[in-house]
């Protein structure tokens, strides 16, 4: 059974005052809340075995450099994924601008590089970046009037020369699922390699890198309840191998002169200097912590949250939910006519309530909705059905109030 009391009683942050009134937080899209295991775990480490990693030969860095390689088994199998497949990177938004810099020698002028329109700007800038160097071309693939990927667009777009598609597995402002497996396969046939973003996905089940057959995947900690500043780029192994460096320095070589150097195996070779050893232990506490609780269990949580938000927003007839699509997780962004974003939500923090206002780092599809800024309310597995429908009662109250 999913006690959410006892698992409430992980995160001692929920039960703070904000504003004189019980916290309800509901900005979970852009950072989950961190457990007392997982704080405790980082205590633990730099109390007792706190080194730098990798090079040492005494006690201390041998742990920390065990643990480390601990975490990285850890994330590789909540992706049955192998251990020299995940780098550790400072988030998502780092793996894809390394990635980008990555692939750049495999990408030819005038070839496409196709995003989606319901990109985060961490997974559009590179690509854009990345184009303008080499002479690419890069083609967003448009959504259907849900909101969901159009893929009779996409299969028309792959026709011609496509050397990659990249796309999120969760929209952060709609909540789109994307099918991952089948944009895979899409873009296999075309000869093109897929990266997801993983950034809002990887909390939707058992994620299996092997059977979703991306060949890259990029994903942060902190949304999974570690440390700010620890991410992963998964990649495959064979295509690792061949792939150009952008970092270098210390812990990353396997011999270095004067005038010349050559790297180490695979995925240190990828990590240039100091990890973030803290972060990536962190990391495993928090991927050791949730599994814990059970994935699955997790996900239907957070669908039956989103669902109740959902279904409750309908019924303050004001708002304008952005998007319907067929699969939703984990967020719903919506606006009210007459009535600015940022004032609903400094409202409703007034009244304990933390939401997220903005274009959620993804401005071009807020655009294409009509608007500059939306409200975006996002549960997260501890949070309850009592919390959903007091943000719905604080927006009834509060519209009029600023719509008068």
């Keep these: 059974m999913f006690d959410i009391a006892r698992i409430r009683a992980d995160f001692p942050i929920l039960n703070i005052q904000q504003n004189g009134r019980p916290l309800i937080y509901l900005d979970n899209a852009a950072t989950m809340q961190m457990p007392v295991p997982v704080q405790e775990r980082i205590l633990s480490h730099y109390q007792t075995e706190n080194a730098n990693v990798h090079r040492g030969v005494h006690t201390l860095s041998q742990a920390s450099t065990a643990h480390m390689e601990k975490a990285r088994h850890t994330v590789a199998q909540f992706i049955h994924a192998d251990d020299d497949e995940i780098i550790f990177t400072s988030g998502t938004t780092d793996s894809l601008n390394q990635l980008s810099r990555m692939l750049e ?26 184009s303008r160097r080499v002479g690419a071309k890069l083609r967003i693939i448009p959504l259907d009037s849900r909101g969901d990927l159009d893929r009779d667009a996409l299969r028309q777009l792959l026709r011609d020369s496509t050397t990659l598609v990249s796309v999120a597995w969760v929209s952060n402002v709609l909540g789109t699922v994307n099918p991952i497996r089948e944009i895979a396969a899409l873009a296999h046939d075309a000869g093109a390699l897929l990266v997801v973003d993983a950034a809002q996905g990887m909390k939707l089940g058992p994620t299996d890198a092997v059977s979703l057959d991306c060949d890259f995947m990029a994903f ?12 992963v780029l998964y990649g495959k192994k064979d295509i690792l191998d061949m792939m150009s460096l952008v970092c270098f320095g210390g812990g990353m070589v396997g011999n270095v002169s004067y005038l010349s150097s050559t790297w180490g195996a695979v995925p240190q070779r990828f990590e240039a200097g100091t990890p973030n050893y803290v972060g990536a232990i962190s990391l495993g506490a928090a991927i050791a912590y949730l599994s814990s609780l059970g994935i699955p269990e997790i996900a239907r949580q957070e669908r039956q949250l989103t669902e109740l938000l959902q279904q409750e927003l309908l019924s303050v007839p004001e708002v304008e939910i952005l998007g319907s699509p067929q699969h939703r997780s984990g967020a719903v962004s919506f606006w009210v006519h007459g009535v600015h974003p940022f004032d609903l939500g400094v409202m409703l923090d007034a009244l304990g309530i933390a939401v997220r206002t903005g274009h959620m780092c993804a401005q071009p599809l807020v655009e294409q909705y009509g608007v500059s800024s939306v409200v975006r309310i996002s549960p997260a597995f501890y949070n309850t059905q009592e919390e959903i429908k007091a943000c719905i009662a604080a927006l009834k109250r509060v519209i009029p109030m600023l719509k008068g």
């Design 105 to 130: 020698s495999r990408v030819r002028p005038g070839q496409q590089i196709l995003v989606s329109a319901m990109e985060h700007h961490s997974n559009l800038i590179p690509w854009q970046e990345m």
């Design 220 to 231: 942060s900690g902190h949304k999974l309840g570690a440390l700010t500043g620890i991410g």
